[in-house]
């Protein structure tokens, strides 16, 4: 099926006379660092008045954005067609998209010096690392967003914005190992029904990271070099991260070396939670020939929550992403036929930390999108039984197992 089986909701505006309504508000994304870091320097000025900004990051992200997205809605709109070309080579886009990066990095610094004061109180040494997580999390959507242009600057300050986290292999792993298995079972990055977040977090952290190195290794490999060189893309960045580290650990004394690495680690764990919704129970199916039909807008979950998209540069439009890669943020579409998601990522996250909430809000939904034929669905090995057991589903080949049997049986009693 192609992706043009998917209708695009139609745009009433013509491309000549069209302007994107949502131009400015593009602002946010890189706003939400500038966000955390003036509310990290007032608390800096008055710590012991204005402690509960040390919480802003979560706060914001898991509080404000969800009401905002609750009672905002949805924005279904497309750009028409024929303004595509356009919004793809106005700078201004990506402009934006890169002015995340210096006011990500302002607001690490002042986080990891905060936190490294010795009268910092522990709940706010917590508070500021997740807060300054948040904003590197939300940075690996900025090296997301980069990773995918072909220009070599844009690719460099992705590697860039990967760097706090210490989470550069995802510039290697995502474009050349989870665009190219997404929504399969060989994907450690695409999440199976029936599988908590938990479950899946040191899957697709372990899986992801030897892919990287597997996929690197092949690539220096073609060109007649081994894995230790200055080419290697996984070296580099590992190499940025511990200058970073070691630079702000110089500056800041030896307590900001827990901070850092909290910081890195729940920014990478906001990347992999989202990687949990973005694909949960979807896969695309194989063909006799071993190999994947073409990545289409069902092979994604979908969100148009105005709100938590115009802070992550769109990427909850997720199903028009994964069909077509390199089409940027500001011309992604919506698709009526796309699976949707109960509401934006902002609001999903915490119900993926709890996995009967989240198997109560998804596993139904996911089985309505392949009309109950649970054979079609991506489903974890160790909770298939049971999910079986649950939806009253048997395999075609065991029911023709069952009816054989049962007209063996009828026969012999008629004879």
């Known amino acids: 099926m192609s992706s043009d ?46 402690r509960a900004l040390a919480w802003t990051g979560p706060a914001l992200f898991h509080g404000v954005l969800p009401v905002l997205d609750h009672f905002i809605g949805e ?34 610094f002042l986080g990891a010096w905060l936190a490294s004061r010795k009268h910092t109180p522990l709940s706010d040494y917590v508070g500021l690392t997740m807060t300054v997580g948040v ?57 199976r029904l029936g599988e908590s977040f938990w479950q899946f977090l040191p899957r697709t952290v372990i899986g992801g990271f030897k892919s990287s190195v597997q ?76 190999k994947y039909v073409r990545t289409e807008p069902q092979h994604s979950w979908n969100s148009n929550h105005i709100v938590t998209n115009l802070f992550l540069y769109q990427l909850q439009r997720h199903s028009d992403h994964h069909a077509h890669p390199t089409r940027s943020f500001q011309a992604l579409r919506h698709f009526e036929n796309a699976p949707q998601l109960p509401s934006g990522y902002a609001a999903m996250i915490l119900p993926a930390y709890i996995p009967k909430l989240w198997f109560s809000l998804m596993d139904k939904r996911v089985i309505d999108h ?27 080949s065991k029911s023709k197992t069952v009816d054989e049997k049962n007209s063996s049986t009828l026969a012999i009693v008629a004879a």
């Open 5 to 50: 089986t998917f209708t695009a909701k139609k745009q009433d505006d013509t491309g000549s006379n069209w302007k994107d309504p949502k131009r400015y508000l593009w602002l946010l994304s890189p706003a939400l660092p500038v966000i955390g870091l003036a509310a990290l320097s007032a608390y800096a000025i008055a710590p012991k008045r204005l």
């Open 75 to 108: 924005d279904k709109s497309n750009p028409p067609a024929s303004a595509v070309n356009a919004l793809e080579n106005d700078k201004y886009y990506g402009r934006i998209v890169k002015a995340f990066i210096p006011a990500q990095y302002a607001v690490t």
């Open 135 to 191: 904003m590197n999390g939300v940075g690996i959507n900025t090296a997301h967003e980069l990773g995918h242009k072909h220009d070599s600057t844009d690719r460099f300050l992705a590697m860039l914005s990967l760097v706090p986290t210490g989470y550069t292999h995802f510039v290697v792993e995502h474009n050349f190992g989870h665009h190219k298995r997404v929504a399969t079972p060989e994907d450690p990055a695409s999440s």
């Open 215 to 290: 996929i690197e290794t092949e690539r220096l490999k073609r060109k007649g070099k081994g894995f230790w060189c200055l080419e290697n893309t996984l070296l580099q960045g590992w190499a940025m991260s511990a200058g970073f580290f070691g630079l702000t650990t110089a500056v800041c004394g030896p307590r900001a070396i827990p901070f850092l690495l909290a910081q890195g680690a729940y920014g990478a764990s906001m990347l992999e939670v989202v990687n949990y919704i973005e694909h949960y129970g979807l896969k695309r199916e194989q063909l006799p020939t071993g």
């Open 370 to 396: 392949y009309q109950g034929d649970l054979s079609k669905l991506n489903l974890h090995p160790s909770a298939k039984e049971a999910i079986y057991a649950k939806y009253h589903y048997i395999e075609p």
